[in-house]
């Protein structure tokens, strides 16, 4: 990645991600958030890849783009924090504010990349539209918290045995 626009750009979303993680969630919850983070890195990657090998997006300039075709910045940092945000805003709200809060929480991040998108080398959409990643990453903020509330199920459930 060449010092530009993009590098400049990449900073800040890193370093905001890592100050939204220290300073907006709740640790006491920790176990959860590690559980959502690694989910959501794995889940990101897979899906993203595969986004990408299908030619819907692309990343001209990224990090590690000799090895990864994805954005790695935001499949493996920025999406699975705010996914835990998301987890964390949801956790005792009921099934509409969890809706609600995935088409928002989607909304934003939509209304971020699509600039980057027509302005920048980050993203380019191949055959992609603003309106599906605003779907894409509505399902994907709803498959944590059905992931997340299965998790928290087993745990109760299985700790009867302990």
């Known amino acids: 990645m060449q010092p530009g626009a993009e590098l400049t750009i990449t900073v800040i979303a ?6 939204l993680l220290i ?5 006491r919850h920790f176990r959860d958030w590690v559980v959502i983070f690694l ?11 595969t986004v990408v090998k ?6 001209p300039e990224r990090i590690a783009g000799a090895i990864f075709d994805t954005s790695l910045l935001f499949e493996i940092w920025v999406f699975p924090v705010l996914c835990i945000l998301y987890n964390q805003v949801t956790r005792k709200r009921g099934l509409w504010p969890i809706f609600y809060y995935a088409v928002l929480f989607s909304a934003g991040i939509t209304a971020v990349e699509y600039p980057l ?7 380019e959409y191949t055959n992609w539209h603003w309106y599906d990643t ?9 498959v944590s918290r059905v992931f997340i509330a299965f998790y ?5 459930y299985f700790d009867r045995f302990i």
């Open 14 to 19: 890193a370093v905001i991600t890592l100050l």
């Open 23 to 27: 300073f907006a969630v709740d640790w």
């Open 39 to 49: 989910f959501k890195t794995n889940l990101d990657l897979i899906v993203g890849n």
């Open 54 to 59: 299908k030619g819907l997006i692309s990343y």
């Open 117 to 123: 998108e027509l302005y920048t080398d980050l993203i």
């Open 134 to 142: 605003l779907l894409s990453l509505a399902v994907a903020f709803l």
């Open 152 to 156: 928290r199920w087993g745990c109760l």
